[in-house]
């Protein structure tokens, strides 16, 4: 039985990062075989999201927080504690399309 193919195992918690460590920057760590970027939202609650950004694969834990939410650093955009894109600097945020979301399964 290989351990990261197992879906129960998603259902617990894990200990992965001192909370004060996340008030310094996002940080990356694999639980199962999923690499997820983690950080601390606009309340200061932890965040976490695919580590791997939907538009060009960028790692998004080496990214920053800007107003509780995670930008990539490679173009900027940036995502909510949902996986959801709330800015892409070249457009509007209300054309942003649907389909620009991170996966979101931790
Ligand atoms: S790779 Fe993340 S914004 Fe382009």
């Keep these: 039985m290989l351990v990261t193919k197992q879906p ?5 918690w894990y200990p992965v990062v001192a909370l004060e460590d996340l008030k310094i920057a996002p940080r990356s ?3 199962l075989g999923q ?3 983690l950080w601390l939202d606009a ?5 976490a999201v695919a580590d791997r950004c939907c538009h ?12 509780g ?3 990539c650093p490679y ?6 504690a949902s996986g959801t894109c709330v800015k892409v600097p070249q457009i509007a ?7 620009t979301e991170i996966a979101n399964e931790v």
């Design 8 to 12: 129960v195992l998603k259902r617990f």
């Design 29 to 31: 760590f694999t639980l």
């Design 35 to 37: 690499k997820i970027a």
């Design 43 to 47: 309340t200061g609650k932890p965040a």
């Design 56 to 67: 060009r694969s960028a790692q998004l834990s080496k990214g920053k927080v800007i107003e």
């Design 69 to 71: 939410n995670l930008s």
């Design 75 to 80: 173009h900027g955009w940036t995502f909510n």
């Design 93 to 99: 945020a209300e054309i942003i399309p649907k389909t």
